[in-house]
Nanobody, 123 residues
Framework: VQLQASGGGLVQAGGSLRLSCTAS????????VGWFRQAPGRGREFVAA????????WYADSVKDRFTISKDNAKNTVYLQMNNLKPEDTAVYLC?????????????????WGQGTLVTVSS
């Protein structure tokens, strides 16, 4: 499975971006797709996840009510709509696939990773 993340860029605080994560390979029977982010000098941080065979979604408290994760099974793509962006959201955003059920907020649970897309929010 290969994952391609896109949609990052430079945006002013309060603006919006939509990230896409497209999988090449069969992921429909896997458990979840997650978005993580990593800022310079910091560890990988959970952002959001969506269950692939259902409708469950999970969010970090820091992005709840601002970010929305969604999926398009027909396109093998998961989206992350990011609204009301803040400078502290600046990071490389990575998408990943977790094959087996488990905690979605632990990066060590994920089996496949994309290359990441940079989001920069200016104040």
């Amino acid at each position: 499975v290969q994952l391609q993340a896109s949609g990052g860029g430079l945006v002013q605080a309060g603006g919006s971006l939509r990230l896409s994560c497209t999988a090449s390979g069969p992921i429909a029977s896997m458990y979840a797709v997650g978005w993580f982010r990593q800022a310079p000098g910091r560890g990988r941080e959970f952002v959001a996840a969506v269950k692939l065979t259902g409708t469950s979604t999970w969010y970090a408290d820091s992005v709840k009510d601002r970010f929305t994760i969604s999926k398009d099974n027909a396109k093998n793509t998961v989206y992350l709509q990011m609204n009301n962006l803040k400078p502290e959201d600046t990071a490389v955003y990575l998408c990943s696939v977790e094959n087996m059920p488990g905690r979605v907020d632990l990066s060590t649970r994920y089996d496949y990773w994309g290359q990441g897309t940079l989001v920069t929010v200016s104040s």
